[in-house]
T-cell receptor, first 113, second 111 residues
Framework: SQTIHQWPATLVQPVGSPLSLECTVE??????LYWYRQAAGRGLQLLFYSVGIGQISSEVPQNLSASRPQDRQFILSSKKLLLSDSGFYLCAWSRGRGINEQFFGPGTRLTVL | GDSVTQMEGPVTLSEEAFLTINCTYT??????LFWYVQYPGEGLQLLLKATKADDKGSNKGFEATYRKETTSFHLEKGSVQVSDSAVYFC??????????FGSGTKLNVKP
């Protein structure tokens, strides 16, 4: 069966510090991968998605970036965090072909102080 | 662009009451439609889905029917439990596997 992991689970960072959130998927190959952000009490905002290694599409221009160094690894980064980067970050995967449901990880709660 | 609109919350019900959460979609094509549930502090879990018009998705007593004529995918449950308290998200998916989510509806079920 497939599983998706995210870490860390929670993170408190000062403004201006760097960020690295990691997501890995097990039990499948060549998945589509997604990063979402969920602000408190709000819906999901798609940040990035990837259909293959090194292929990243950005949905919202901001100070975040994403990379996919391996087939089942997706990393969300920032060089300098802003207060507005606080939120709940969710990674998701889906099978590559057709319109398939997305499966979500447990999320990372980021607080920028 | 494509989008879904779902009813604002919170929705507060007594245990065993009937639940309806409305969701309508706007799409240029024929999206697949999904309902996800999120419990506090957790990621989203797929609750049910429908891939074409007139399909009915069902799971754990929840149902939703893909209605092309009204562009709707309303979530229903005949008898809610306290354990159903969560935030429910309607979502649509396009051919590029990009999803668009509603803003979420918080459900509170009181014993």
């Amino acid at each position: 069966s497939q599983t998706i992991h995210q870490w860390p689970a929670t993170l408190v960072q000062p403004v201006g510090s760097p960020l690295s959130l990691e997501c890995t998927v097990e039990g499948t190959s060549n998945p589509n991968l997604y990063w979402y952000r969920q602000a408190a009490g709000r819906g999901l905002q798609l940040l990035f998605y990837s259909v293959g290694i090194g292929q990243i599409s950005s949905e919202v221009p901001q100070n975040l970036s994403a990379s996919r160094p391996q087939d089942r690894q997706f990393i969300l980064s920032s060089k300098k965090l802003l207060l507005s980067d606080s939120g709940f970050y969710l990674c998701a995967w889906s099978r590559g072909r057709g319109i398939n449901e997305q499966f979500f990880g447990p999320g990372t709660r980021l607080t920028v102080l | 662009g494509d989008s879904v609109t779902q009813m604002e919350g919170p929705v507060t019900l007594s245990e065993e009451a009937f639940l309806t959460i409305n969701c309508t979609y706007t799409a240029t094509g024929y999206p697949s439609l999904f309902w996800y549930v999120q419990y506090p502090g957790e990621g989203l879990q797929l609750l049910l889905k429908a891939t074409k018009a007139d399909d009915k998705g069902s799971n754990k007593g929840f149902e939703a029917t893909y209605r092309k004529e009204t562009t709707s995918f309303h979530l229903e449950k005949g008898s809610v439990q306290v354990s159903d308290s969560a935030v429910y998200f309607c979502a649509g998916g396009d051919n590029f596997n990009k999803f668009y989510f509603g803003s979420g509806t918080k459900l509170n079920v009181k014993p």
